[in-house]
């Protein structure tokens, strides 16, 4: 069976008011994923910090939604990566697709192209890259394969995690292009601010990353590395750490190599002027806007 899951745990601070039910064209902007996640799904769950918050969507959702799951405070992470681990570690499926619920231009064709390229391809996990090699890293389909280290991701990540993590933990990636998914570059794109309903902030499609990247490891990278750096075997987490973010440079994966150099960085504990570099060429690749910053979490 195929989940949908509708992270809708944010508090909308930046947008000035809630923005899963500031309406779009008469209806709530979160019923516009429902919608589509519903078309491809056998079960739609939101995705919530508490009950009553849970309640309160599922009675404007009905009947795109299931019913909702309540964010694991035990999970010893914060954020979008709370969410998504909470839901594949308390709805188990066989096959999941994560998708935030601000995104007012997402539709049905776009999430099923994703879906049908992951599995033909026989991966574990999936996202959207753009030209930029930036991530569209909140929508993701996962396997229940994608659970084999999760409970090492849920352990030990801490403040440190994002939602990068549950793709740097998985054997099999792709992440596909936008040009072969969507039928409009706004479909993939979300909204933090009201203004970007009228001026969405759109990543470049054309640029160093040119088709679909695939990735495989008997065994990530990522899981080993912050093993050892929770066994204080600093070195040897160092080492991976490095290697992976080598992988991704060479790849153009510019958002996963920016996490990855950042994790670095912590482990260095101290100036490293190639590092401090390497981190420096990231950002300039993922700015995108000049208005506006873009550095992906």
Known sequence: ???GVLLAGGSSERFGEDKYLWRV?????????????????????????????????LKELSPHIDGFIIDDFSINCSGPLRGILTALIHAEADEYVIVPGDMPWIDQESL?????????????????????????????????NARRYLDV????RGIYG???????????????????????????????????????????????VKDNVRIEHPIPYFIDAITAENSQKIDEALRIYRFEAEEY?????????????????????????????????????????????????
């Open 162 to 208: 994002r939602a990068t993590d549950t793709l740097r933990s998985c054997n099999r990636i792709l992440l596909a292009h936008v040009k072969n998914v969507v039928n409009d570059p706004k479909n993939f794109i979300g909204v933090n601010f009201r203004e970007e309903l009228v001026n969405p902030q759109v990543p470049p499609i054309d640029g160093v």
């Open 25 to 57: 064209e008469g209806r709530p902007l979160i019923s516009i994923a429902a919608s589509a996640v519903r078309d491809i799904s056998d079960k739609v769950y939101l995705l919530v910090r508490d009950r009553e918050r849970g309640s309160q969507l």
């Open 1 to 3: 069976m195929l989940y």
């Open 153 to 156: 991701v849920a352990k030990l």
């Open 249 to 297: 440079l060479s790849l153009n994966i510019y958002h996963l190599a920016l996490h990855t150099l950042i994790d670095v960085k912590r482990c260095l504990n101290r100036e490293d002027v190639e590092i401090d570099g390497s981190i420096q060429k990231c950002v300039n690749e993922l700015r995108w806007n000049k208005v506006k910053r873009y550095i992906p979490r």
């Open 112 to 144: 099923g192209r994703l879906i049908d390229i992951c599995r033909s391809l026989n991966v574990d996990c999936g996202s959207v890259i753009w030209g930029n090699g930036a991530l569209s890293s909140t929508i993701q389909y996962l396997t229940k």
